[in-house]
């Protein structure tokens, strides 16, 4: 089974930046789409980017500012987050994607929260 540990998360302000890695153990991760997910207090978990063999994909409010890439060699995703804004605050979890379905158990996440 993979096991996912997402962290990079922290404090920062609106406009800033941050890199969250999400690093994979226990099988490769190089043959699934994997995305990245986040969930604000109160809120449902919405997507946020993904990466396949063909291309990335965003949610409409990370657009332009987000960009997800990977390092099969490290068995590793990442999200740039660049102009980041009060509502991108959220916990974020990787996960590999069927179907637009998440598949594998959640991660603990890492704690996003950009001040105003």
């Known amino acids: 089974q993979v096991q996912l540990v997402e962290s990079g998360g922290g404090l920062v302000q609106a406009g800033g930046s941050l890199r969250l890695s999400c690093a994979a153990s226990?099988?490769?991760?190089?043959?699934?789409?994997m995305g990245w997910y986040r969930q604000a207090p109160g809120k449902d978990r919405e997507f946020v980017a993904a990466?396949?063999?063909?291309?990335?994909y965003y949610g409409d409010s990370v657009k332009g500012r987000f960009t997800i890439s990977r390092d099969n060699a490290k068995n590793t995703v990442y999200l740039q987050m660049n102009s980041l804004k009060p509502e991108d605050t959220a916990i974020y979890y990787c996960?590999?994607?069927?179907?637009?379905?998440?598949?594998?158990?959640w991660g603990q996440g890492t704690q996003v929260t950009v001040s105003s």
């Open positions: 996960n590999a994607v069927v179907g637009d379905v998440p598949i594998l158990n």
């Open positions: 990466i396949s063999w063909s291309g990335t």
């Open positions: 226990g099988r490769t991760i190089s043959s699934y789409v």
